[in-house]
């Protein structure tokens, strides 16, 4: 109920309103009926929440309605999209906001995609190195609490699960280290190159020569080399 001329209502479902309007010198009555019908707004739904590794996409949104406009934004800033159904590949972690608007009736309703990005390890295979033929090498990789590690070798045949393992490759190599953190399952990989150095000395071999004659001796020179 009102006493005033034009009160302002909030509807929550369809009504009927009506007005008594009494003239107070003549003691007249005037009464009249108003009708609200409450347009429905729109079932929106954004999707998620869901969870990403850095670097990886993921699809919000829902299907297409004739009839319906999309307007998304984001927080932090930056996004912003006409479509219904999006694939985004958020940074940071971000909340993604659609508002849904019918046409003909201009209501609006508002949902929101949360978007958590979990940062990638970065492993380390300790760059390219060069050994000696026979030598062996350490990697030096750190190993973190919740992490695990999963080595790998090209030509194959070597594997193994420490973050630091020893390698005594017996022609050049390269090693693969994939890192993943157990608990969002968000992984990262590295290589490094092991090359073997197969150098082998030549001194020229067994001369026979007379007393006070000379004789050649050792091999090619080769750059990078040391004599």
Known sequence: TSTISDPVIVATSNMTYYLTDVTTS???I?????????????????????????GSSVSIGEKAVTGHTYAWKSIPTGYTSTTSTNTVSPTTSTSYILTETITKTGCPSNDTAIVTVNALPTPSAGGNQAICKGSSYLFSAKSISGHTYSWSSKPKGFSSTSSSPTVSPKVTT????????TNTGC?????????????????????SVCKGDSASLGAVLTTGHQY
Do not use: F, R
């Not at 009926?33 to 929106?44: C, F, K, R």
């Open 30 to 54: 005037a009464i009249d009926s108003a009708l609200i019908v409450l347009n429905p707004s729109p079932v929106t739904s954004a999707g998620g929440p869901h969870t990403v590794c850095s």
């Open 187 to 207: 992984a990262n990989k590295d290589s490094a190159v092991i090359t073997v150095d197969s150098v082998k000395a030549n001194a020229g071999g067994a001369k």
């Open 26 to 28: 003549s003691g007249c």
């Open 174 to 181: 390269t090693y693969y280290i994939t890192e993943k953190v």
